[in-house]
């Protein structure tokens, strides 16, 4: 691969760039985070496969702890998880940390294992189709 | 890890020599990865501060109401149809030995709306037959048993009550005097295997303080003397809430309030407000002959929705708190209990199991958390069912009775929906659906949603769907639920505006013959 000589852009210091290419990522962050919530699971279509052990512990812990604010993933009290793009582990981080309006979930409450599970089962619910509209 | 694993601390006896830093500098990647979580929860927390709220309610409505079953989602193998169409806040069904549906009409609606309670029969030519109408509204809910109409009378103005109701419209009054003057009413009512008549008593608060949300409902100035009444004898904390005092001429007047007493009336620890029963939040039973009522459980909310499973056993939806008034509390779902007889089920102090205390959890953002109003609690409150959405005003429901409909034994819940902002904020609308409840696991699933990108009623999202399920009942065949829509109702910073002539009947039931999930 050939890479392109490092240059120095006129108008612009490295430390300005990188500032600039912060706040564009975190505008995009702000508007994926932010977005109006799309619904919850479909219902004429494919469902999450719970015959899965795994996703069946998932949606018993999601049930548990997350249905109240996010509703079957979708927005209620708190934004939805169902369209957001967030790999596992920063889901895992802002389960076990809360960061924001959302309480932190110790060991105690949701186990280690039971946090993969709950993961996988959130990563399942952004992997469905979206929900029906009108005919 | 524990303890016990090697130490690398640099033991006193060590070189002079300064020790060499015992982890590396972490890799740049990690310290980016590291920052860009930081920054993404940041920015995700940082949405409920950012966002305003969107509530279903919040939106703009012009009449009249369209009704389109084609825009209803349900599961495949089902089909949704419209019963009736223009009730004026309907909120219950009923059928008859002979498979008539008799439906409730409330008389209010939450925004000091009036009209009429009643009972009308839907015809099967369509036609409708008045049964009774009283005049102690709201009526919110009606259950058929052994050839009467049982009522549960919210009685906004003269007190709740119990009516049997003959299908000639002959009315006998089985209670009367509940405590229904406040925030939340007299509902049900649910026929027991043992035959007495169970019903649900709300609270008169939204969580145990009289404030100025009492106010803003429209009742604090009709009744100043009105509060909440334990079933068992309790134990104040103390805990009292300085407010602006509505009710004084002077506006710049505060007044302090503690927990079980009227509005203006301070408490101190140790205080011991004596039980009584009838008392509020709490389940209560008759005779259906009429008598003393008696304690069935409290430490209740709002138990709106009452159901007996197949196997004998009571059900009830408690609306959980709201983040208003003197004490708000946030984060709670509505609940769905298997009654324990007897027990106190948590409120004023708890949301299900779990202790109000748990500041990060309930205390709304930017507020002092809730604390205990009671200084002893009865018994360690039962957990929950099922946890159902934040101020999705989860209420009636009903338990599918067998294969011909399918998901035998498990829960029907509707969803009346959010009623956003009055009741706190939301960052998107909740409820506004039919869920159903495997009461075996406590999972939750869409049952009839409104077909759209997202979740909301029909004034909300576009369409001629659903706009406020309310109360859910089977066919006495069991082929059959239906689903009685409130109607329109929207919200804003002053208050809900309820829109007569909107309340719908629903139909769900299969397709295809035999077989079912």
């Known amino acids: 691969m050939v890479r392109a000589p490092n240059v120095v852009r006129p108008g612009l210091t490295s430390r300005a760039r990188t500032a600039v290419r912060t706040g564009v990522a975190l505008g995009l962050t702000l508007l994926v985070a932010c977005a109006p919530p799309r619904r919850a699971e479909p219902l004429t279509r494919a469902t999450v496969d719970t015959t899965d052990p795994v996703l069946a512990t998932g949606e018993t812990v999601f049930n548990r702890w997350c249905h109240e604010c996010h509703p079957g993933g979708e927005g209620g009290l708190g934004t939805s998880l169902n369209d957001k793009p967030w790999p596992g582990w920063m889901i895992r981080f802002q389960v076990r940390n809360g960061i924001g309006a959302m309480p932190r979930f110790d060991s105690q409450q949701i186990s280690p294992e039971e946090l993969d599970a709950l993961v996988r089962y959130v990563l399942a619910l952004r992997w469905l189709e979206p929900a029906e509209t009108r005919p | 890890m524990g303890d016990s694993g090697p130490t690398r601390r640099p033991t006193p006896m060590a070189s002079p020599v300064q020790p060499t830093p015992l982890r590396a500098a972490p890799p740049r990647a990690a310290l980016a990865l590291v920052t860009l979580a930081l920054l993404v929860g940041a920015v995700v927390g940082g949405c409920y501060g950012l966002r305003q709220t969107m509530g279903g309610g919040q939106t703009t409505f012009t009449p009249p109401r369209q009704v389109d079953a084609a825009d209803v989602a349900v599961p495949p193998g089902y089909r949704v149809e419209v019963v009736a169409t223009g009730l004026t806040f309907p909120t219950g069904i009923a059928f008859d030995d002979r498979g008539r549906a008799y439906v409730t009409e409330a008389g209010y609606s939450y925004g000091e709306e009036w009209d009429v309670p009643r009972v009308v029969r839907l015809e099967p030519d369509g036609g409708r037959t008045v049964i009774v109408e009283g005049d102690n509204p709201p009526w919110n809910g009606v259950a058929y048993h052994g050839g009467a109409l049982y009522i549960a009378e919210g009685g906004v103005l003269e ?220 018994n360690q409150p039962p957990a929950a069912i099922a946890r159902l959405g934040v101020h999705s005003a989860s209420t009636g429901f009903d338990f599918s009775p067998g294969p011909d409909f399918g998901h035998e034994g498990q829960a029907f819940v509707t969803q009346f929906g959010d009623m956003a902002p009055g009741v706190g904020k939301v960052l998107g609308p909740v409820g506004f659906k039919v869920v159903r409840v495997d009461v075996e696991t406590g999972a939750v699933h869409d049952f009839a949603v409104n077909r759209a990108e997202l979740n909301g009623p029909a004034s909300w999202v576009g369409g001629a769907g659903l706009e406020r399920p309310v109360a859910a009942r089977f066919s006495p065949d069991g082929t059959a639920l239906y689903v009685v829509d409130f109607g329109v109702m929207t919200v804003d910073l002053e208050r809900p505006w309820p829109v007569r002539d909107t309340g719908v009947v629903w139909r769900i039931s299969r397709t295809g013959a035999g077989g079912g999930p």
Do not use: K
Request: hydrophobic share 35%; charged share 20%.
């Open chain 2, 159 to 378: 007190g709740g009550r119990i009516l049997r109701v003959g299908l000639d419209g002959q009315v006998r009054e089985l209670v009367r005097d509940l405590p229904s003057l406040g925030d939340h009413h007299t509902n049900g009512p649910a026929i027991g295997t043992d035959g007495w008549i169970y019903f649900g008593q709300g609270s008169v608060t939204n969580s145990g303080v009289v404030g100025e949300d009492s106010h803003a409902f429209g009742w604090l100035e009709r009744f100043p003397q009105v509060h909440d009444i334990p079933c068992q004898d309790v134990t104040l904390a103390g805990r009292n809430y300085t407010t602006p005092d509505p009710l004084a001429d002077d506006t710049g007047a505060r007044a302090v309030t503690g927990a079980f007493v009227p509005f203006g009336s301070s408490t101190e620890p140790g205080q011991v407000v004596p039980g009584q029963v009838p008392c509020s939040g709490a389940i209560l039973r008759v005779p259906p002959e009429g008598g003393a009522t008696e304690l069935v459980a409290w430490g209740l909310r709002n138990p709106f929705g009452l159901a007996f499973a197949p196997d004998g056993r009571l059900y009830v939806t408690d609306n959980s708190y709201d983040e208003r008034g003197s004490r708000p509390v946030w984060g709670t779902g509505d609940l769905l209990y298997a009654i324990e007889p007897g027990a106190w089920h948590g409120w004023p102090d708890y949301h299900g199991e779990r202790p109000l205390t748990d500041a990060d959890h309930f205390a709304a953002p930017g507020r002092e958390p809730p604390g205990f109003v009671l200084a002893e609690h009865p």
